[in-house]
Each structure stands twice: as structure tokens, then as C-alpha cells.
């Protein structure tokens, strides 16, 4: 089945950095386009940055210019890299298929929490 496992949050003063991790089992990792998404307490889950399957990506504007979406096909790992985070950026991070239902298959998340 599909398995999607998120790392690699912490607790980080505002500027710093981050970078996740997710590891994806059960799907066709490499000809799918894969997203990271975060969800704050009290707002929806919103995508934030896209790479599809060419290498191309998409980012959300709120972190366009400061996170950088990468993936490893070999290792069926998807990466963010966050640079200069800010307290706005604090929620639970979690990747998936592009396009993916909130009733599709979820990992745990990893949590990210940026101090001011």
C-alpha cells in the first residue's frame, strides 16, 4: 500500500533552515508529480511547491524564492530545502501525488516550528 513518510522538522529561530525529507513506497514514484503541502492549526492544507516528473516546478508564493523542491527517483525521495523561514511557515508538512484528495492516503507529517 502507499507509504509516505516525512523527516526532518525541527524547531528553528525565524531566518534558519529545514531540509525534509519524505520517503514514498506503494506508488510509482518517478512518473508521478509529487507535492509538498503543510497545514497550519485552524486553515486548510495548502500545497506549497510542486515537481513534476520532467523536473519542472510550481511554488506557492508565500514560499516561492526561499524553498527549493528536489526528488531522488533512485530513492524514491522527495526533498524540500527551506531557507530563511519565518514564523508563518509553522505547521505540519506533508508530501504526496500532486493533486492528491485529503481522503487519499496521508503520512504522519513532520512538524515545523519557526520561533520569532
Known amino acids: 500500500q502507499v507509504q509516505l513518510v516525512e523527516s526532518g522538522g525541527g524547531l528553528v529561530q525565524a531566518g534558519g533552515t529545514l531540509r525534509l525529507s519524505c520517503a514514498a513506497s506503494?506508488?510509482?514514484?518517478?512518473?508521478?508529480?509529487m507535492g509538498w503541502y503543510r497545514q497550519a492549526p485552524g486553515k486548510p492544507r495548502e500545497l506549497v511547491a510542486v515537481?513534476?516528473?520532467?523536473?519542472?516546478?510550481n511554488y506557492a508564493d508565500s514560499v516561492k524564492g526561499r524553498f527549493i523542491i528536489s526528488r531522488d527517483n533512485a530513492k524514491n525521495t522527495l526533498y524540500l530545502q527551506m531557507n530563511s523561514l519565518k514564523p508563518e511557515d509553522t505547521a505540519v508538512y506533508y508530501c504526496?501525488?500532486?493533486?492528491?484528495?485529503?481522503?487519499?492516503?496521508w503520512g504522519q507529517g513532520t512538524q515545523v516550528t519557526v520561533s520569532s
Open positions: 506503494g506508488i510509482r514514484f518517478s512518473i508521478n508529480a
Open positions: 515537481i513534476f516528473s520532467g523536473g519542472s516546478t
Open positions: 504526496n501525488i500532486n493533486g492528491a484528495s485529503l481522503k487519499a492516503s
